[in-house]
């Protein structure tokens, strides 16, 4: 939420605790991890990293209902979700990402200012 955009691993993320560590490789070591305070957060996007043998290809987005979700700095994203409540941390939804790289996102309910159902 202050603007930086941090890129890495995580690894045994749970959307019930309030921290996560992010590593700076596949490979790094435990120590190498930086933790990180999700209300801090925004959101974590989960990305499809590309291979010669797995293309991205566009993702619609998945089962669930249709939501619009305002974040604090005026960004709007808009996807699917099946948990959606806002008396814990944060969802999953699904984005509808054309260009199919984000698979999934884990949205921090802090920083959220509207959801908005979709019909």
């Known amino acids: 939420?202050?603007?930086?955009?941090?890129?890495?691993?995580v690894f045994g993320f749970s959307a019930m605790r309030d921290h996560c560590a992010i590593f700076p490789s596949p490979v790094a070591k435990q120590g190498e991890g930086e933790d990180i305070n999700l209300k801090q957060l925004k959101a974590i996007f989960f990305i499809h990293e590309p291979s010669a043998?797995?293309?991205?290809?566009?993702?619609?987005?998945?089962?669930?209902?249709?939501?619009?979700?305002?974040f604090s700095d005026g960004e709007r994203m808009s996807g699917t979700t099946e948990g959606y409540t806002k008396e814990r941390l944060g969802f999953f939804m699904?984005?509808?990402?054309?260009?199919?790289?984000?698979?999934?996102?884990?949205?921090?309910?802090?920083?959220?200012?509207n959801v908005r159902w979709v019909q």
Do not use: C, S, W
């Open 94 to 113: 699904a984005p509808h990402d054309p260009g199919g790289k984000i698979l999934r996102i884990f949205v921090i309910n802090a920083n959220v200012t």
């Open 1 to 9: 939420m202050e603007g930086r955009r941090l890129k890495g691993y």
């Open 53 to 70: 043998d797995q293309p991205v290809a566009p993702t619609n987005p998945g089962h669930g209902r249709k939501i619009e979700v305002t």
